[in-house]
Each structure stands twice: as structure tokens, then as C-alpha cells.
């Protein structure tokens, strides 16, 4: 459960990214403007691979949601290094809510917007480009809490590693583009050079795609994706140990306004 | 309610405190002063527990602050140097959510944003962003934040920096009003004469310990100095037992009675005195204080402060 203080700073984080959502807005209409362009390929490409009644959504709404959920993680960075800018940081810290407080607060309403944006992206493309989960949704709903979740910690750990916004910022964005593009996420794996293909399993990008691709196009339950939200499980924990082993509450961030 | 005792930081090896000894009781106003670098701010984290000390203890209300930072957390109201607004938040977005923040209901965080806005005189300015609202009017809402918690012990670090007149008239209002509520307020500052008008105690940080402490009264009647200077046209003349600097001519040894040293300078004098353009006296205050204990010149630093 979240805690009162995390809830007061859950407020703050809240307000924060609604008093200015160009951001949000931006990484729920960009795949939606770009989805149209891709579909008829990744039909083909579909076909290709013995789905002959699948509609290029099913490959292209999973991806792009996958890819811009990658891109979204700027948002905690942004969350985070803004504080220092503002020099509202140690106001925080001198409050009585404790670090683990202060990041869970911070972290929740972006855990929240990024299942918005998965369902958003999800709901438009089965409404408008033959996005099609023929398996359970609920399977679905797990896979993108998971993969939210799974995000979140890779967005601390990179506020943990980063000195800079800047930095962070960077490095989030190629590290998303990569690995989002290693997984699949803009066009199948099979379709990938041989090294990419080698190497896709240690993106946790594949491994999201992989389990909704199961959904959508195997008609896969739960117990079918287990393995692939197992995966994503162990990408979280090991991205939070690393933020919680660097992070440092009184470590000098520099932001931007 | 506040008591601090051989506090020790280094930064590297570079000493900053090097024992410092304070108390502040309930409704007491302490002024903290020192140059630039003295370990004020360092002080000031050390006890809401954004830094660590190398040595010695902090206690809260009896409470071990450096132990147990968030059970005192609760008690503390900051106001740190630097501003600390959330410039895309409403004024009253600011102030309810940080009283949420120190564990207020709802109905009390509503109560007590309209309340010290009206403090404050920052009623009208509720609905306004941060961003929005001109620099003193931020410095105000920045106070505002540190006490809406009615907190036992207020730190305000250098509060009224690039706050216009009447900003400052009202944060020092507010303080006043702290401590007259049995709040214990350690308050920093390059002003000086702001701890005067608060009838402050003074505590000077200099060399990493608190060197001298006492009433602004106290304080005067020790360390105060009064000093006298004649300003000519043209080169200073020569005068035995005053030292000529440019067009300045000041006495070579403190005085004790400005005006008749003045008196007997042009006596002495004689005609030159016609290239006399004025003659400035100072009385005996904290500033003239402050500069006889710590030997720094005070408003340099205040104008650096002011520059950065």
C-alpha cells in the first residue's frame, strides 16, 4: 500500500505533469499519427509469417505502444531533476516523508500515465487499425502493468546513474530507441539482421512484445505469457536494485527549468 | 528547543564547522550571521538532515535530530537559501499540498493555505502560478511554505533576499509573529539591521565556531565601533593622526566620539578645510559590530551575494 506521504507527494507529481502535459499528449498522438504509415507493411510481413487474416495493428500498436513507453520514461527524469532546478528537492527531503516516500510518490502518477497511455494506444488502434488481441485481455492488462512497472525502475535508475537531466534524458531516449527497436517493436525480430536477432532476448522490450504477440496473434492466456511477464519481472528487479543502490538523496542533480 | 553541540563538517579537507555550540529556546529569534562560506546553510542541513555532520549532536525538541531526522522532521519549518516553488503549480497548489505533505487533513490544508496567504498578503496571488508571480511575491510564498505547519522550530536561511521593501516588511512581520507563538526561529542574513528591527539574538559563525554571542545590544556596546571620515576635492591633506586615502581622509585609531574627533580635524585643519565636499559619521551598530569581530567587510559580501 502507498503511504500517506507518498500519496502527498503522489499530488504534487500529479499536478506537476498535468500542468504540463505536452509530453503526455505527444507520446499518445505520435504513435497514433505514425500507426497508419506502418500498417500496411507490417501486414505483409504478417502474412509472411503464416498469419494470413492478421491486420498490420497487431504488429504495429503493440510496437509503437511499446517503443513510446520506452520514450515516456523521460517523464521521471524530467520529474525528478525538475525538483532540483526548482529547488523544491530538499524541500521535500526536509519534509517528514522518507526517500522511499518521496520516490514512490514521484513515481506513481507516471506508472499511472504509462498504463493510460498503454490503453489509450490500445483502444484507438482496435478502433481504427485492426488491432485485434484475440487472446485475453486480461493477460494484456498484466503484461502492460508489468512492463509499466519494469519502465519506472529503469527510469530511476537512470535519475540514480545521471548527474544531468540532460544526461538522463539522452540516455533514456537511445536507450529506449534501442532496445524497443531490438525487440521488435518496429518491425518483427524474424525481420531483423542475424546479429540483432542474437542479441533481441536481453532487450525487455522483446520480451513484452513477445507476450502480447502471443495475445494477439496465439490467442495466449496468462499461464501462455508467465514467462515472458517472468522476464520483465527479473529486468525490474534488477533495474531497481541498481536505483536503489545508487540512488542518493543528497547527491547535487543539476535540471533545467 | 534547538540545541546544537560541537557540530563538526568538512568538505574533503577543507574544515567548514569545526564545533559549533547553539541553542535556541521557544520563542526565541536567533540571528545567524557569518561571511559567505562560514557553514551558515551547512548548519542549517545538518539540522533538517539534508547533510551529515562529522561529529557532535542535534536535538530537537529533546529528540536526537541527527538519529532521527524524520521523527523531528514534523517539528521543523525550512525555508531554504535558495527559492523552492513549484514555478507551474498555483500559489495555493504550493501551500496545500505542502500541508498535506506535513500530515494535514484536507479541511485543516485549506484552512491553513487561506490563512497564511492572508499572512502573508498573498491572497489575491492564490490563483496565480509560480512563474507568475513577481519575485518578492515568491520569496513570500517560499516563507509561507516553511510554516504552514505551525512548525516548533522555524529555519529560515537568508529568507528576504531579493525581496522588495514591503516583502521584507512582511516576512519579518511573520517572524515576529513566530516567535510571539512560541515558535524558536534561527534566521540567516546578510542584513544585519533585519536583526536589529527583530530585536534578535546573535549568534556570529566565524572560523567554524560560533565566536560571539549575545543581545543586538549586548553585541553593539562590546564589538561596535564608531568611525568618522572627511571627503575633500581633490587629494586628501595631510593631518597627524589621521591616514589619507585618495580624496578620504579617516582617522589612523578608532574614536570613541566621531563628531568631536571630526571637530578638532578641521580646527587643525585651517584653510584647507574649503576643499572640505562632506563628512561621514558612523555610530556605533551590528554592522560596525560585526566587521570589529569577524575583520571582513560586510557589505562586500552582501553586494556578492547580491551580484550572484
Same mark, same amino acid.
Given at each position: 500500500m502507498i503511504s500517506p506521504r507518498s500519496l502527498a507527494v503522489s499530488r504534487i507529481s500529479g499536478r506537476l505533469l498535468l500542468s504540463d502535459p505536452a509530453p503526455m499528449i505527444v507520446t499518445i498522438a505520435m504513435p497514433l499519427i505514425l500507426a497508419p504509415f506502418l500498417v500496411p507493411a507490417a501486414r505483409a510481413q504478417l502474412q509472411l509469417a503464416g498469419? =494470413?487474416?492478421?491486420?498490420? /495493428?497487431?504488429?504495429?500498436?503493440?510496437? &509503437? #505502444?511499446? %517503443?513510446?513507453?520506452f520514450l515516456s520514461t523521460q517523464l521521471v527524469g524530467t520529474l525528478f531533476f525538475r525538483e532540483h532546478a526548482w529547488g523544491?528537492?530538499?524541500?521535500?527531503?526536509?519534509?517528514?516523508?522518507?526517500? =522511499?516516500?518521496?520516490?514512490? /510518490?514521484?513515481?506513481?502518477?507516471?506508472? &499511472? #500515465?504509462? %498504463?493510460?497511455q498503454f490503453g489509450v494506444l490500445l483502444t484507438v488502434g482496435a478502433l481504427l487499425f485492426g488491432f485485434r488481441p484475440d487472446g485475453s485481455v486480461a493477460a494484456l492488462a498484466v503484461v502492460a502493468a508489468v512492463f509499466a512497472a519494469m519502465l519506472v525502475a529503469y527510469a530511476v535508475m537512470l535519475v540514480a546513474l545521471c548527474p544531468t537531466m540532460d544526461m538522463a534524458l539522452v540516455l533514456g531516449n537511445l536507450g529506449g530507441m534501442v532496445m524497443a527497436g531490438l525487440g521488435g517493436a518496429l518491425a518483427p525480430v524474424s525481420s531483423l539482421p542475424q546479429w540483432a536477432q542474437a542479441v533481441a532476448h536481453i532487450s525487455p522490450a522483446y520480451w513484452a512484445?513477445?507476450?502480447?504477440?502471443?495475445?494477439?496473434?496465439?490467442?495466449?492466456g496468462l499461464p501462455g505469457v508467465a514467462g515472458p511477464v517472468g522476464i520483465l519481472l527479473l529486468f525490474g528487479v534488477g533495474f531497481g536494485v541498481v536505483a536503489a543502490w545508487r540512488f542518493r538523496p543528497a547527491a547535487v542533480k543539476i535540471g533545467t527549468t | 528547543?534547538?540545541?546544537?553541540?560541537?557540530?563538526?563538517?568538512?568538505?574533503?579537507?577543507?574544515?567548514?564547522?569545526?564545533?559549533?555550540?547553539?541553542?535556541?529556546?521557544?520563542?526565541?529569534?536567533?540571528?545567524?550571521?557569518?561571511?559567505?562560506?562560514?557553514?551558515?546553510?551547512?548548519?542549517?542541513?545538518?539540522?533538517?538532515?539534508?547533510?551529515?555532520?562529522?561529529?557532535g549532536s542535534v536535538a530537537v525538541g529533546g529528540v536526537d535530530a541527527l538519529d532521527h531526522p524524520k521523527r523531528v522532521a514534523g517539528s521543523l519549518g525550512l525555508a531554504p537559501q535558495e527559492l523552492g516553488i513549484y514555478p507551474t503549480l498555483t500559489a495555493r497548489e504550493n501551500l496545500y499540498d505542502f500541508a498535506r505533505l506535513a500530515g494535514m487533513s484536507r479541511w485543516a490544508a485549506r484552512t491553513r493555505t487561506a490563512d497564511v496567504a492572508d499572512l502573508l498578503d498573498l491572497t489575491e496571488?492564490?490563483?496565480?502560478?509560480?512563474?507568475?508571480?513577481?519575485?518578492?511575491?515568491?520569496?513570500?510564498?517560499?516563507?509561507?511554505?516553511?510554516?504552514?505547519?505551525?512548525?516548533?522550530?522555524?529555519?529560515?536561511?537568508?529568507?528576504?533576499?531579493?525581496?522588495?521593501?514591503?516583502?521584507?516588511?512582511?516576512?519579518?512581520?511573520?517572524?515576529r509573529a513566530m516567535a510571539a507563538a512560541d515558535t524558536a526561529v534561527l534566521y540567516t542574513t546578510h542584513y544585519l539591521t533585519e536583526l536589529e528591527q527583530l530585536d534578535a539574538e546573535i549568534a556570529v559563525l566565524d572560523g567554524g565556531v560560533v565566536a560571539v554571542r549575545g543581545s543586538c545590544r549586548e553585541v553593539i556596546l562590546r564589538w561596535g565601533t564608531a568611525s568618522v571620515a572627511l571627503r575633500f576635492s581633490g587629494p586628501a591633506p595631510e593631518l597627524a593622526g589621521w591616514t589619507a586615502d585618495g580624496s578620504r581622509l579617516a582617522p589612523s585609531q578608532p574614536v570613541a566620539d566621531p563628531g568631536a574627533a571630526a571637530a578638532a580635524a578641521l580646527v587643525a585643519l585651517g584653510p584647507q578645510v574649503t576643499r572640505l565636499v562632506g563628512v561621514d559619521v558612523t555610530r556605533p551598530s551590528l554592522e560596525s559590530a560585526y566587521l570589529a569581530i569577524t575583520g571582513r567587510a560586510f557589505s562586500e559580501e552582501a553586494e556578492s551575494d547580491l551580484a550572484a
Open positions: 498469419y =494470413a487474416t492478421a491486420g498490420g /495493428g497487431d504488429q504495429v500498436i503493440p510496437g &509503437l #505502444a511499446v %517503443l513510446f513507453a523544491t528537492w530538499d524541500r521535500l527531503r526536509a519534509s517528514p516523508a522518507s526517500t =522511499a516516500d518521496i520516490v514512490v /510518490g514521484k513515481v506513481a502518477p507516471l506508472y &499511472l #500515465a504509462q %498504463l493510460a512484445l513477445d507476450a502480447m504477440r502471443s495475445i494477439t496473434l496465439d490467442h495466449a | 528547543m534547538l540545541r546544537v553541540a560541537g557540530v563538526t563538517k568538512a568538505y574533503g579537507e577543507h574544515p567548514v564547522l569545526r564545533g559549533v555550540d547553539l541553542d535556541v529556546a521557544a520563542g526565541q529569534i536567533l540571528g545567524l550571521v557569518g561571511a559567505n562560506g562560514a557553514g551558515k546553510t551547512t548548519l542549517i542541513s545538518i539540522i533538517t538532515g539534508l547533510r551529515r555532520c562529522d561529529g496571488q492564490l490563483g496565480l502560478r509560480g512563474d507568475q508571480l513577481s519575485g518578492g511575491q515568491k520569496r513570500r510564498l517560499h516563507t509561507a511554505m516553511a510554516i504552514l505547519h505551525r512548525p516548533r522550530l522555524l529555519l529560515l536561511d537568508e529568507p528576504t533576499v531579493g525581496a522588495d521593501v514591503t516583502s521584507r516588511a512582511g516576512i519579518l512581520e511573520i517572524v
